[in-house]
């Protein structure tokens, strides 16, 4: 099993920016491929961005290339999202998600096999 725990949601203004983590606890980290994912009142959740263990392979969202950028740091067994220049239509709950597997592709389209509990970001306009 793996838990994984997000944090650094919050209240920010249009262009501002915000640096989320995601805490992962359990089984072996480094051989998992990891991403994030949101989802708005509303509406479905959506991929956002994926990060093969190596960081060799990422895929980000259309809508946040550009501005977001994932990263990890295996040694503190920790996943980042830097997101800058907030939109209003950025603001969900965002989810930290982990396949069982190195496969950043078969993790864009949700196949996570673990998912935490989310963290809210609200961008204002």
């Known amino acids: 099993q793996v838990q994984l725990v997000e944090s650094g949601g919050g209240l920010v203004q249009a262009g501002g920016s915000l640096r989320l983590s995601c805490a992962a606890s359990?089984?072996?980290?480094?051989?998992?491929?990891m991403g994030w994912f949101r989802q708005a009142p509303g509406k479905e959740r959506e991929f956002v961005a994926v990060?093969?263990?190596?960081?060799?392979?990422?895929y980000y969202a259309d809508s946040v290339k550009g501005r977001f950028t994932i990263s990890r740091d295996n040694a503190k067994n920790t996943m980042y999202l830097q997101m800058n220049s907030l939109k209003p239509e950025d603001t969900a709950v965002y989810y930290c998600?982990?396949?069982?597997?190195?496969?950043?592709?078969?993790?864009?389209?949700?196949?996570?096999?673990?998912w935490g509990r989310g963290t809210q970001v609200t961008v204002s306009s």
């Open positions: 359990g089984r072996t980290f480094s051989t998992y491929a």
């Open positions: 990060r093969s263990w190596s960081g060799s392979i990422t």
């Open positions: 998600a982990a396949d069982s597997t190195d496969s950043p592709s078969r993790l864009r389209v949700g196949n996570a096999a673990y």
